[in-house]
T-cell receptor, first 115, second 114 residues
């Protein structure tokens, strides 16, 4: 299996622009997570899905952030409009729950720079 | 509230020596999972080892082992025969048994000296 695939690896944009981050989970995994990593705040869980349904989005910082999972093999995290403070590495992870002992498998991350 | 604390922001170890990274957590649950993840400069998060709270036996994966003290809510990682490739950030993580809680510690940067 190719693992969790995220695109793009790097994104540089200007303040006010819309940014879309993409994630393809491991086939067969029914959980998908979006994390944000910064030096100041460490690794934060933004939102997670189970069977394509958002379960907990309490970590989403504000209305500028939205996430969707239209099917089991694809998810997006969108920031509109983007701000410099959104600069971070965004990780997607997937898992299969209890039977697989709750192991989350991470993608390589997207480094976002908002100028 | 559940939290995960790593009190050592940075540590150093000589190659071939042993080092222990500390992690404590707070939870009101009796069943849960604990993990150590490694993040090298490539930034890829890699699972190092996993412990199920209902198992008393400490998990071991080759040179990596844990000291799980459930009553003390402590979960330390021991790396034996340290190698240069072990240099990375190490994160302690907690997930609830029903996969409804996810917490990561702030990380410990491990330096390995040749």
């Amino acid at each position: 299996d190719a693992g969790v695939i995220q695109s793009p690896r790097h994104e540089v944009t200007e303040m006010g622009q819309e940014v879309t981050l993409r994630c393809k989970p491991i086939s067969g995994h029914d959980y998908l997570f979006w994390y944000r990593q910064t030096m100041m705040r460490g690794l934060e869980l933004l939102i997670y899905f189970n069977n394509n349904v958002p379960i907990d989005d309490s970590g989403m910082p504000e209305d500028r952030f939205s996430a969707k999972m239209p099917n089991a093999s694809f998810s997006t995290l969108k920031i509109q409009p983007s701000e410099p403070r959104d600069s971070a590495v965004y990780f997607c992870a997937s898992a299969t729950g209890i039977m697989a002992k709750n192991i989350q498998y991470f993608g390589a991350g997207t480094r976002l720079s908002v100028l | 509230a559940q939290t995960v604390t790593q009190s050592q922001p940075e540590m150093s170890v000589q190659e071939a020596e042993t080092v222990t990274l500390s992690c404590t957590y707070d939870t009101s649950e009796s069943d849960y999972y604990l993990f150590w993840y490694k993040q090298p400069p490539s930034r890829q998060m890699i699972l190092v080892i996993r412990q199920e709270a209902y198992k008393q036996q400490n998990a071991t994966e080759n040179r990596f082992s844990v000291n799980f003290q459930k009553a003390a809510k402590s979960f330390s990682l021991k790396i034996s025969d340290s190698q240069l490739g072990d240099a990375a950030m190490y994160f302690c993580a907690y997930t609830g048994y029903n996969f409804n809680k996810f917490y990561f510690g702030s990380g410990t940067k491990l330096n390995v000296k040749p």
